[in-house]
C-alpha cells in the first residue's frame, strides 16, 4: 500500500500529538517494510531527512492561508501521491475534495466537546463544526483509548470503524542513575526530596487542586517540593498565581529537554497525575517505566492506561489526593511495591504493538473486510 501521513504536528508542537505522531512513524517504519510511506508537513526539517516528505507551506500571517492550506492544498498533494491510505492524526483533516484513497483519523480526546471551558473558543468552534463532518468523511477512526471511543460513540455515534490502538512511553524512559539525577536537579534548581507533575499548564491539568492537596501535607512537617513540569498554556498566569508565595517549595521548570524528563521522574519520590480528563494520558505511564510510583485521577481514560498500578483519586476531592500522598510517604514497603508494579504495567504498551495494530486498521479499511465497531481493542491491556 502507499500511505500518506499529514505529519505538520512534527513541525508545529512539542505536546502530545507531536509525540504520537513522531513515535508512531518511528515504528512504522522499524517493522513495516513492504508499505510506502509518505509525509506531508509544513516547513523543512531534519526529521524527515531520507523520508518521503512533501512540503506544504503556510504562514498564519496571511489571515486564512492555514485554512486553505489544510482543506486545499494539502488535498492537492494528497491526489498527486495517488495514495491508498492517508492519515490525520490530528482530528481535523484534509478530507473533503478526497474520495478513491481510504480517509482514517485519529481522534485523540473529546475535550473541547465535553469540556469546553477548558479549551479556547477557536478550538471549541473548529471541533463543534468540522468534527462531525470528518467523522462522516472518515473511513476509520483511531482512538487511543476505549474511553475515548465511548466518548465518541455517545457523542456522534458514528458508521464508521473505530479502532483503539494504545499508545507507550517512549524508548528513553528508563530508570536513571544517582548520579545523573542530581546532576539534572542542580541544573533546575531542585534540592532536596520532591513529588513531580508533569503536562501543559491549562485548567484541565487541575494543578491548582494539587497544591491544595500538597500545601496541607507541607503543614505535617514533611520536607517535600513539588516539581511541575510543562509548558504554559492557556489561562497558565491565573494557575502560577494561585501558588504565589511558595516560589521555595513549588519549583517551574517550563519545558524540559526530553532526555531529561526520565531522569527527573527516576530522582521524584513519586509522580501525580490530576488531571480531569485525558484522551489516554502518557505521563503515569512514562513515570511508571522510570520506577517512580504514580499517584492519579480516577477520569477518563487514566485508569484503563494505570490498572492496579497507581493510586486513585477522585480529582475533585483534594483530600482523598492528600491521603494518597500521606500514604506513600509513611508506608515505604507500599512505594516499593508500586515502583514494582509500575514497572509491570509500563511493559504492557508499546509503540511496535501500536504500529502493527494501526497497519493492520489500514489493510481492514483499504480491502473493506468486515468490522465490528463495537469490538474491544485487540491491544488489551490486562488492568
Known amino acids: 500500500m502507499r500511505i500518506a501521513i499529514?505529519?505538520?504536528?512534527?513541525?508545529?508542537?512539542?505536546?502530545g500529538v507531536f509525540y504520537y505522531t513522531k513515535q508512531l512513524i518511528d515504528a512504522l517504519l522499524r517493522i513495516d517494510e513492504k508499505n510506502e510511506y509518505f509525509f506531508i508537513h509544513l516547513r523543512k526539517n531534519k526529521y524527515f531527512m531520507g523520508k518521503n516528505e512533501v512540503i506544504i507551506p503556510g504562514s498564519r500571517k496571511i489571515p486564512g492561508w492555514m485554512t486553505l492550506r489544510k482543506f486545499l492544498f494539502i488535498s492537492f498533494a494528497i491526489l498527486r501521491i495517488k495514495p491508498d491510505v492517508v492519515l490525520e492524526p490530528a482530528h481535523i483533516g484534509p478530507f473533503s475534495l478526497l474520495h478513491k484513497c481510504k480517509k482514517i483519523v485519529v481522534i485523540h480526546d473529546l475535550t473541547p466537546i465535553l469540556f469546553p471551558q477548558y479549551h479556547l473558543k477557536f478550538s471549541r468552534i473548529i471541533h463543534k463544526i468540522l468534527l462531525p463532518i470528518i467523522l462522516k468523511n472518515a473511513d476509520g477512526i483511531i482512538v487511543p483509548s476505549l474511553c475515548t471511543k465511548h466518548d465518541l460513540e455517545k457523542m456522534y455515534n458514528p458508521s464508521k470503524p473505530i479502532k483503539v490502538t494504545y499508545e507507550a512511553a517512549s524508548q528513553e524512559f528508563v530508570p536513571s542513575d544517582e548520579k545523573r539525577i542530581q546532576q539534572v536537579k542542580e541544573k533546575y534548581n531542585i534540592s532536596g526530596s520532591y513529588i513531580i507533575a508533569v503536562g501543559t499548564i491549562e485548567p484541565r491539568k487541575n494543578l491548582t487542586m494539587l497544591f491544595e492537596a500538597f500545601s496541607?501535607?507541607?503543614?505535617?512537617?514533611?520536607?517535600?517540593?513539588?516539581?511541575?513540569?510543562?509548558?504554559?498554556?492557556?489561562?497558565?498566569?491565573?494557575?502560577?498565581?494561585?501558588?504565589?508565595?511558595?516560589?521555595?517549595?513549588?519549583?517551574?521548570?517550563?519545558?524540559?529537554?526530553?532526555?531529561?524528563?526520565?531522569?527527573?521522574?527516576?530522582?521524584?519520590?513519586?509522580?501525580?497525575?490530576?488531571?480531569?480528563?485525558?484522551?489516554?494520558?502518557?505521563?503515569?505511564?512514562?513515570?511508571?517505566?522510570?520506577?517512580?510510583?504514580?499517584?492519579?485521577?480516577?477520569?477518563?481514560?487514566?485508569?484503563?492506561?494505570?490498572?492496579?498500578?497507581?493510586?486513585?483519586?477522585?480529582?475533585?476531592?483534594?483530600?482523598?489526593?492528600?491521603?494518597?500522598?500521606?500514604?506513600?510517604?509513611?508506608?515505604?514497603?507500599?512505594?516499593?511495591?508500586?515502583?514494582?508494579?509500575?514497572?509491570?504495567?509500563?511493559?504492557?504498551?508499546?509503540?511496535?504493538?501500536?504500529?502493527?495494530?494501526?497497519?493492520?486498521?489500514?489493510?481492514?479499511?483499504?480491502?473493506?473486510?468486515?468490522?465490528?465497531?463495537?469490538?474491544?481493542?485487540?491491544?488489551?491491556?490486562?488492568?
Open 216 to 383: 496541607e501535607i507541607r503543614k505535617a512537617d514533611i520536607d517535600l517540593k513539588l516539581v511541575i513540569i510543562g509548558k504554559s498554556g492557556w489561562f497558565f498566569k491565573k494557575i502560577v498565581a494561585k501558588m504565589h508565595g511558595s516560589k521555595e517549595v513549588v519549583i517551574f521548570t517550563g519545558y524540559v529537554e526530553r532526555n531529561e524528563l526520565p531522569i527527573l521522574y527516576s530522582g521524584a519520590e513519586f509522580m501525580v497525575f490530576p488531571s480531569i480528563y485525558e484522551g489516554f494520558g502518557l505521563p503515569p505511564l512514562e513515570a511508571m517505566k522510570c520506577g517512580c510510583p504514580v499517584i492519579c485521577s480516577n477520569s477518563s481514560s487514566l485508569p484503563e492506561v494505570c490498572g492496579q498500578a497507581a493510586i486513585l483519586f477522585d480529582p475533585a476531592k483534594p483530600e482523598e489526593l492528600q491521603k494518597a500522598m500521606l500514604e506513600i510517604i509513611t508506608k515505604p514497603d507500599l512505594k516499593k511495591f508500586m515502583k514494582n508494579e509500575g514497572l509491570i504495567q509500563a511493559t504492557k504498551f508499546s509503540w511496535e504493538r501500536c504500529a502493527e495494530e494501526t497497519i493492520e486498521f489500514f489493510m481492514d479499511i483499504f480491502f473493506e473486510k468486515e468490522y465490528s465497531i463495537n469490538s474491544t481493542p485487540a491491544s488489551s491491556v490486562n488492568t
Open 6 to 15: 499529514v505529519a505538520d504536528p512534527i513541525d508545529e508542537q512539542y505536546a
